[in-house]
């Protein structure tokens, strides 16, 4: 006995000993077998990748800005920075990389990343040069022009051959070492050059920059696209695939070995338990027949009582018949749905609930189903005890006994009185303004297509009248949206007291109401329901203690006139509305062919207005300031122009307005801004004494609260001093919202940017506003000064006269400077000045005229 027991407990001490060392080595090998990090890998090709995109993509910016397909740099600082954050990336090797990979990697991502940091130095001095480079080519054109136009000039012959040639080899981007020989030898030459043009200097400055500086260029181009970065990284990508496939090789190698160990351990444990399997079933078929009688008898007895509950607690109304249809038992919700008690419907027939809405044969088609298939469901409509007929669904079914005797019919049913209305409800505002109860537009096509076929059978009239509220924003932002909602609905009853039964309302959104009038007898008929449409809207509303008056626009469109057709109609009819705002508002305009080629050539001029900067169209104009004075040049104002490649000039007051409508203001805004920062930048680099220029600012741009920071990274891209750029804003523009105008306003004056308020007079025509905001000069509009020269039949002044005289004076008290605008006769630049008016702009001193033109009014600075 004491050996068996001691051999037990060595096969115990065994099996133990055994178990631990197996589950020791299990563990020291699934260590081994960690895989490579797939997410890692993906992140470290990935950044591989990144590298070599960037880099081929950095040459060919490199290239494209050399070949002056682009103006700038950012598109190279971009993929320099991208390339930067790609290698520290890879810096950051994965740990399942062996120590011996580890070094041989980081030894060749240093050699890329100093491979790529004199690539990136290179870069530099390519911009640098590239940028001196571009400012001479485009000046030294403009210069030579200048010095050519000396026909007096001995050696002029000389230099234009010599430009010609230097231009023609920019052109090709690289001259022959003989060529430019040749062109240095020229060059010296002309600088020895004795009575030379004054602006000779200048013009050789610009072509030794040509000249040497592109040779130089070239040369960088080459060394950029030709670094050893490609090489390089492609190296890098070689160790990193050998690190990776023998990572997955060892990797691979440690986990067959634990697999096989893995059998090893499945097959003892299978072993093991087939021998607990065979000790277990003995139990088990010891009390197996006691457990499943246990639990038939638990199930029936949860059944019993999951039935009860279902009966009695469930939401649906049921209820139990004999086979002769005599009510036997009901649940609670029967009672709760149709009002009865139970001892009021047993023994009864469910036809007690019957509304009287069925005829006869729909109960005998659901008994025929019955019978037939033993199960019958459908809606009906039933009445409660206290008379209210409610609709239901109801489904019954038959039950049988074991001999296929019918024994029961069951019926469950529930009232869907509020998915009807649901139903009702939701089919109601498919159709309908949920504001005003009106059509919308779904109803409304199938209006007017039912009308325009009535009226083509019946050879009628059919007019659709679509109705625009004038300047209703107006209320919703003063007064609020909720005041705006109920004038809608009080403007729809309006209307459609108006119209007669046979006519249509629709509100198609916002402040737009569309009226469909069928069965016309001509369109007089139309012209006077419009008219009383128009009159109806027109009378005061009051709401919210406000008395508010809003007048309406319409436009006509008679069918079969006008179209054919529901989109047709609803569109010229749209037209004609927009004629009718144009020409004064609280009028209607019928639809005309006129219209329809307005509308067309506007949309046409706006889609080609959003490709006027990409094509180059848009130039500036300058027109002179001039001191009241003494007539001296005291700056400018750049005006926009267009000049469209089909039309030619277009004024600025038909494509300012539309850009201003798309949102095009704002880029055309940012444009002007740097054009004449360039500009200014171009005059000072020529030699010339610069002047002060100004630009007009719209309100969507000085809406926008990044313009200080805008114009302060400009000026700092030109290297420009703040005085040289002046901006001119609309009184009305600063009103709009008076407190973050201010806050703008004292930005620009910290920045030392002067303000004007340009068209003072048309606005608020108010002094006392101006003390909000810093502004520093004051512009009279155009209408005032026009009438400087007019006279009253008595001789005196004319009102518009001495209302410029008087903004002068009290702008004087506010030590603002004063410019008057549109100055034509040397009487009105007499009366001006003779009150004190500082600065005169207009045609008597200059028209807006090319940047070339007016650059030719500046003085050279000493």
């Known amino acids: 006995m004491s050996g068996r027991l001691a051999r037990l407990r060595t096969s115990r001490v065994w099996k133990i000993s055994l178990f631990c060392t197996l589950a020791a080595l299990l563990t020291w090998l699934f260590v081994q077998t960690g895989d490579a990090d797939p997410k890692a890998h993906l992140r470290y090709s990935r950044a591989l990748h990144e590298v070599q995109h960037h880099d081929e993509q950095l040459n060919a910016r490199v290239v ?13 600082q971009y993929h320099l920075r991208q390339i930067a954050n790609a290698l520290d990336v890879l810096s950051a090797l994965p740990d399942w990389i062996d120590g011996e990979g580890q070094q041989r990697l980081q030894g060749r ?16 001095l390519f911009q640098r040069d590239h940028s001196v480079l571009r400012n001479s080519t485009l000046y030294f054109p403009q210069a030579a022009e200048e010095v050519l136009a000396e026909t007096a000039w001995s050696d002029r012959q000389r230099f234009a051959d010599f430009s010609r040639q230097l231009l023609a080899g920019r052109l090709n981007r690289r001259l022959d070492q003989a060529g430019l020989v040749r062109l240095e030898n020229e060059l010296r030459y002309l600088q020895d050059v004795t009575s030379a043009p004054r602006i000779l200097p200048t013009a050789l400055a610009h072509a030794e920059v040509l000249i040497r500086r592109g040779a130089k260029l070239a040369w960088r181009v080459d060394d950029i696209i030709r670094a050893s970065t490609v090489q390089q990284l492609d190296e890098v990508g070689r160790d990193y695939q050998a690190s990776y496939r023998q990572a997955l090789a060892q990797s691979a190698y440690y986990r067959r070995l634990l697999y096989m160990i893995s059998l090893l351990l499945g097959g003892y444990a299978l072993y093991a338990l087939l021998r607990m399997e065979r000790d277990r079933r003995a139990l088990v078929l010891a009390h197996e027949d006691l457990a499943q009688r246990y639990e038939a008898q638990h199930r029936a007895e949860a059944q019993l009582r999951m039935y009860g509950q279902v009966f009695t607690h469930a939401g649906e109304g049921m209820v139990i018949t004999d086979p002769k249809g005599a009510i036997i038992a009901v649940n609670p919700a029967f009672c709760t749905i149709t009002g009865y008690a139970v001892e009021e419907v047993l023994g009864r027939t469910p036809a007690l609930l019957n509304s009287g809405r069925h005829a006869p044969s729909f109960y005998r088609d659901m008994w025929h189903m019955l019978k037939e298939s033993g199960h019958w469901q459908g809606e009906i409509w039933n ?9 239901e669904w109801l489904s019954i079914a038959a039950t049988y006994d074991d001999d296929g005797a019918l024994v029961h019919y069951i019926g469950v049913f529930i009232d869907i009185t509020e998915r009807k209305q649901s139903e009702e409800t939701i089919r109601h505002l498919a159709y309908h303004d949920a504001l005003t109860g009106l059509p919308n537009r779904i109803l ?8 325009v076929q009535q009226a083509r059978q019946n050879g009628q009239l059919l007019a659709v009248i679509l109705i625009d509220l004038d300047r209703f924003k107006n209320i ?16 729809a009853q309006r209307a459609l007291n108006v119209l007669r039964p046979t006519d249509t309302l629709s509100r198609q959104g916002g402040d737009e109401f569309v009226a469909v009038l069928p069965e016309l007898r001509d369109a007089q008929e139309a012209n006077v329901i419009c008219g009383k449409l128009l009159a109806t809207l027109c009378q005061p509303y009051r709401l919210a203690g406000h008395e508010l008056t809003v007048s309406g626009s319409a436009g006509v469109a008679l069918f079969p006139d006008d179209g054919d057709s529901v989109h047709e109609l609803l569109r010229k009819a749209d037209a004609a509305m927009y004629r009718a705002k144009d020409e004064g508002r609280n009028t209607f305009r019928h639809f005309s062919s006129e219209i329809s080629t307005a509308t067309l050539g506007e949309l046409v001029l706006e889609n080609e207005l959003f490709g006027a900067l990409e094509r180059n169209e848009l130039v500036l104009h300058y027109q002179p300031k001039v001191s009241a004075q003494d007539g001296r040049l005291l700056g400018g104002e750049a005006l926009m122009r267009w000049y469209h490649r089909e039309q030619g000039m277009i004024s600025p007051l038909v494509f300012i307005p539309l850009a201003e409508e798309n949102g095009l203001i704002s880029s055309f805004g940012e444009w002007a801004l740097r054009t004449v920062c360039a500009q200014q930048r171009a005059w000072l680099d020529a030699g010339y004494e610069v002047l002060p220029v100004a630009v007009n600012i719209s309100a969507q741009q000085f809406a926008q609260n ?19 750029i002046e901006l001119e804003l609309t009184e009305s523009l600063l009103m709009r919202n008076a407190a973050r105008a201010a806050s703008v306003l004292e930005r620009l004056r910290a920045m030392q940017i002067r303000v004007a308020i340009d068209d003072f007079g048309t606005g608020y025509s108010s002094l006392s506003y101006l003390h909000q905001f810093p502004v520093h000069t004051l512009k009279i509009d155009r209408s ?8 009253n039949p008595d001789g005196s002044p004319s009102e518009a006269a001495r209302l410029a005289a008087a903004i002068i004076a009290m702008a004087h008290q506010l030590d603002l400077e004063v410019v008057a605008e549109g100055v034509e006769s040397d009487a009105q630049a007499a009366y001006l000045r003779a009150h004190g008016c500082d600065v005169l702009q207009g045609y008597l001193y200059g028209r807006p005229q090319a940047a070339g033109d007016f650059g030719q ?6």
Do not use: C, W
């Open 64 to 76: 494209a800005a050399y070949a002056g397909m682009v103006e700038n740099y950012d598109s190279i």
């Open 109 to 124: 991502i240093a050699a890329l990343r100093e491979a790529h940091q004199r690539k990136q130095r290179d870069v530099d």
């Open 383 to 391: 009445r409660r005890k206290d008379g209210g007929v409610y609709p």
């Open 444 to 451: 409304l096509e199938d209006r007017i297509s039912q009308g």
């Open 476 to 491: 919703n932002d003063s007064l609020g949206h909720a005041v705006g909602d109920e004038l809608l609905v009080q403007a």
């Open 706 to 724: 990044e313009l200080p920071d805008l114009l302060a990274a400009i000026l700092a891209e030109y290297a420009l001093p703040p005085q040289l």
């Open 784 to 791: 005032f000064v026009r009438l400087t020269d007019a006279r």
């Open 857 to 862: 009014l500046l003085r050279p600075r000493h």
